[in-house]
């Protein structure tokens, strides 16, 4: 395999490592809470 | 007037010190030198303070002023005087040139990173956004008072000492916080005083920990570029590391965890120039294959500031001294390194090399940071018999320092007791928490460093091993050390500095995946809008802000404010504190007679009266103490003892202010 499908496999490898992160992350139980929280305090700002 | 001598003490400092460096831009790069400038600036608000305080007992403003300016004037004389001798030109000649070539020298700079960000749509929008997020701190900082629970307890009572006294001394141990006030290194606090000396009021000392900010993201570009990432990324590395929840937050609070971080990055920055690491490459090979090269004449200075940059860090918290270790053991090897490499090894033994090196470290790394730092703790080794009073140090079952506490006196959380070293710090960076605070203890260090950075690390760290980047591997050792040598490191706000890593990693992920790089950077733009739109505390609500704005500089008080992260525990304190920061004026002497929530609050918002505590079983000579200390008025609790006391001095005591639990009676002069 040459250099450039080597790096293709490994941003595609990163690209996906990072969206597994992404779903772990906003997934967490208390983010729905916390985002209503900020939900709240934009609402508040913009009235 | 003290606006405009807050302004034009700050202008000369710090322009002073950059004219300094721009002498030596062949050495310091653009960035390294606004560093520097910030670092030699807070040593020298730093020291002036402190002899001021410590040796001259006379820690005013007119003092303070005079001595900066003088000190000021002999850098810029040094500079110019200095430059003269290689110029036939005339003096007035010389400084307009001088002028004018730092004036290019920024516009230059200005101009390259607007075409730099111009060229990147992503990038510009980043960039917005972060001077967006610092005009939204600074509005914040100026319109709110210091709400944080820490400020309020010992951060800004430290300042409040050090004001009402006119020095730097030990205060009486009348409560449990006053020992810490006693014992806790103040560097930073020093700088909280020069923001609120000058302009008698506290209104931007809050906003003190933003420049240190603003001086880590500059920070994380510094050692991008060294680590020979392209400028681009660098920036989008250094942009990055600032969208961070905690470092938001804490940025208009008087706490010093940022600036902890960031001086622990700026240390490591200084000690990444080219000229200490290691022998240019294309110096010529000498005999046996090593490169005999010599240490550039300046080559100690970049060491110099780092050693003065980790004494700051050193009298900055009571971790300071980890972070001096770690970096100590990072400079020794280096240097032993870069010696071994640049000496014939038949003409010089390992021994030999070790030794020079260790002098070398002594000199220009040691000795400058135990001079900025090293005072609290042999104040305390003096006075309490123990540098780090009041932890017990014990070694193998022997005590080496009596102290009260064997262990951290702080309990973590029950939640964080109950996992594992690895799974603690998992747990906090999922960041299960309804809301970010500026102490965040189970959250803070945000999205992108959860999603974007630790992937980066891991990816930086495997390129890194197979290109051989010792220089990165090197910074993985040196934060992995720290963090992993932190007592408390499940906690953000006080490993803020492995975000400085993860930026790093990003930048160098980026560098690598150059031609597909859209990808990375759109995710990245898209945490960082996020993390721009939920960093917000409950501690400052948009109602709070709306109310803030129609008030008058006076009247913006933490009671009026009430903020969340006190108001159930500090509710019944509004009333006095309130009456305090309306009436009490310079000059008064403000006797209190019980343990106060906080101490804050007893001062007005200039720091200008006194308070001090009076406690007897006696009533005469209570009564006598308060005529010995000059007290003007008193804080009692309503129905105690000191409250019947005043009630039977008819006439020498009048009430100016009652709720249900506290009174503040006025000393009426005629009782003299």
Known sequence: ?47 | MNIVSYIIINLFLFTSWYTFFFRYKELLSFVDRIISTFILGLTQIIVTEMLLGVVFKKLYAVQLLLINIFLSSVVLIYVVSACRKQSESSCRNYIRSLVANIFKEISDKAVWFGTVIKNDLILLLIFILFSISVCWIIFLGYLFPSYTWDALWYHLPIAGYLLQNGAICEVPNNSFIEQFINIFPKNIELLFIWNIIFLENDIVTDLSQLFFTITGVLTIYSIAVKLKINKKYAIYSSLLFFFTPIIVLQSSTNYVDVAVSVLFLMAINFLMSDNIVSPPLNFPLGKGGHRGVKRDMWGFAPVLLSGLTAGILLGSKGSGPLFVGILSAAVIIREFIWRSKSSEPEKVTAIKIAIKSFSFYLIFFFIPAFLMGGYWYIKNWMIYGNPVYPMEISFLNSTIFKGLYQGIIEPAPEVINKLNAVTRPLYVWLENVEYYLYDSRLGGLGPVWFILFLPSIVFSFVYALIKRNYRFIALLIIFTAAFLMHPRNWNPRYVIFIVGLGALSFGLVSDYFQERKNAIRIIAFLLAGYTFLISNSPCVTPKQIKKFMQLSVNERTIAVHAPFNIDLHARQEYGYWMWISRNISRGETLAYTFEPLFLSPLWNSAFSNKIVYIKDDKGDKWLKMLKEKDVTYLLIRKNSIEDKWIGSEKGKYRTVFSDENYKIAKVMQNEY
Do not use: D, H
Request: charge should be negative; charged fraction near 20%; aromatic fraction near 20%.
């Open chain 1, 1 to 47: 395999m040459n250099t450039e499908g080597r790096e293709n496999i490994f941003f595609i490898l990163f690209i996906l490592i990072v969206l597994v992160m992404a779903v772990v992350y906003f997934t967490v139980p208390e983010r729905a809470l916390f985002l209503e929280n900020q939900i709240k305090w934009w609402k508040e700002f913009i009235e």
